[in-house]
């Protein structure tokens, strides 16, 4: 199975020129691969592959020829995380590819092969840069798969490699009734089990997302273009990372106790056409977290024989009673509480989602009946 490691790089200056060279040439080459495939199709209805794409890079090197700078394989490796992005749009309906900014935060880009990892000098060499000095703080064994080296706004580098340790991922473990948790997203807590177990972000990770709004705030009141506009920015792109980081430490945590704890999750496949529709920078915000902690439930569930059931959206999981199926049309976003007026049992609005979320996925499944 696969699994990732993250190591710190100390570039010389001469190599975090190199670095950044890879970046940004590989931005470029992603950009141009976007721009091509939506051409393609507006001009032919037809979709271009990477496989094509990749034959076209010899022609752009002649147009641009710093890109003979840099490793081709990291500039291939675009194409297919250009791919890559159309398949996410296609198949888990998440939002459009969209062009890489030089003002990302995180900048990146990948080293599919042909690098080498010295665990006795503490070194990782790369192609057409060489022996760059890395703290490897944990061993591992296995085929290495694609790197990726990225520069955080800080302005420091990492590299994560993907290795394959050759073992074999466990079997799906059986799973019933009573080892099944459903989980419904929160408007003002993070997420609901169908045990009624209400999780709220933590303390800290709140903090950070209050500071954000007071820091953009000061962002947009300075003049564009000035010095002091560029400082809040900077202020802002740390803040960002920390609240990634804290984010990802508090969703690893809750992820793994949820497979640890049952044999199988129910969640809800997200609205994607009501989150585009949305503006609102808060729920965007949430959205966005929703479904990074649906990836790691998903892995985790992997490595540890468990199974995550996804249901559509368009059950009405709010709206029907656990208990009788009794369907409440009249139920609005605001009513956080409600009493089915036919069996007259009182539901919390999430925890009532969050057990009918757990029901349907069970019913698809055929594990119990309607
Ligand atoms: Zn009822």
Redo the contacts with the bound molecule.
């Keep these: 199975m696969m699994k990732a490691f993250k190591f710190r790089l100390y570039p010389t200056t001469t190599q975090a020129v190199q670095l950044n060279q890879h970046i940004g040439s590989c931005r470029f080459v992603y950009n141009w691969a976007l721009d091509q495939k939506i051409k393609t199709y507006e001009q032919s209805g037809k979709s271009i592959s990477r496989f094509d794409l990749n034959k076209m890079i010899p022609v752009l090197k002649i147009d641009h020829p710093w890109l003979k700078d840099v490793n081709s394989q990291s500039l291939q490796g675009m194409t297919k995380n250009v791919e890559s992005a159309f398949t996410r749009f296609f198949r888990e309906k998440s939002g459009f590819p969209k062009f890489k900014s030089k003002k990302n935060p995180v900048q990146s880009f990948p080293v599919p092969q042909n690098y080498f990892v010295d665990f006795e000098n503490n070194t990782v060499k790369l192609p057409k840069i060489g022996e760059i000095k890395a703290v490897l703080h944990r061993k591992f064994e296995g085929e290495l798969r694609t790197a990726t080296v990225s520069r955080t706004c800080k302005g420091n580098y990492y590299i994560s490699i993907l290795v394959e340790d050759g073992k074999e991922l466990p079997a799906k473990q059986k799973f019933s009734e009573s080892t099944t948790v459903g989980i419904d997203v929160g408007i003002k807590d993070f997420a609901i089990l169908s045990t009624g177990e209400k999780v709220d972000n933590p303390k800290y990770l709140k903090n950070s997302l209050k500071r954000l709004k007071v820091l953009q705030k000061r962002v947009s009141r300075k003049q564009k273009g000035s010095k002091n506009r560029a400082k809040a920015k900077q202020r802002l792109s740390v803040l960002h990372a920390k609240i990634t980081n804290q984010r990802n430490d508090f969703q690893n945590k809750l992820s793994f106790r949820l497979v640890s704890e049952n044999q199988a999750i129910a969640l809800e496949t997200l609205n994607v056409k009501g989150m585009v529709k949305n503006h609102c920078l808060a729920q965007a915000i949430s959205d966005a977290a929703w479904s990074s902690f649906v990836t790691k439930l998903e892995y985790k569930a992997e490595w540890l024989g468990k199974t995550v059931l996804r249901i559509g959206q368009f059950e009405p999981s709010s709206k029907l ?6 369907r409440n049309s009249n139920l609005e976003l605001k009513d956080r509480e409600w009493e ?6 009182m ?1 919390d609005r999430d925890i009532n989602a969050a057990i009918n979320i757990k029901k349907f996925a069970l019913i698809d499944q055929n594990l119990i009946g309607l």
């Design positions: 009673c656990h208990v009788c199926g009794h089915c007026p036919d069996c007259k049992t539901h």
